[in-house]
């Protein structure tokens, strides 16, 4: 199995940033315009490209107060990926390890996902600290 993996460092504590990894809302404050949150079960649909694409995320049972765990259950190569987002806190600046995990080999999908994940990570960290860069995925293509 392969993973994608980023360590940011941002300047805001992880009571700013989590929300932003723990919900429908946060999601497309930085990932995609176009999400839909079933509140009842907690599970995500994040949609691209006038939902040409879209990927469905359950929330996996267990995760801490400061960490959070999705499964992904449809999307191309990514059924069956998790998504783990773990903070910790040192002198009001939040350390976010972010896992893509569980790919079944390192395609050209994976690869390319590596250079999303960079920018998503970016723009993740511009929402936490006030600057609106937007979601990368705006309904109707992809963002600047």
Known sequence: MADIRHLITIDAP?????????????????WAAEVIEDYSTG???VAFFNRASVYRFKPIQGSTSWTTEWMCQAGQEWTGTRLLFEL???SGKTQLG????DWKA???????CKKV???LM???KAAAEGKCLGPLFPKDGVGS
């Open 117 to 119: 994940w960079e920018e």
């Open 122 to 124: 970016r723009r993740l």
């Open 14 to 30: 992880r009571e700013r940033v989590f929300p932003l990894i723990a919900s429908g809302s946060g999601f497309a404050r930085w």
């Open 98 to 101: 972010f896992t893509h995990a």
């Open 43 to 45: 599970i995500i649909e």
């Open 106 to 112: 390192e395609t050209n999908d994976f690869v390319s």
């Open 88 to 90: 910790t806190e040192t």
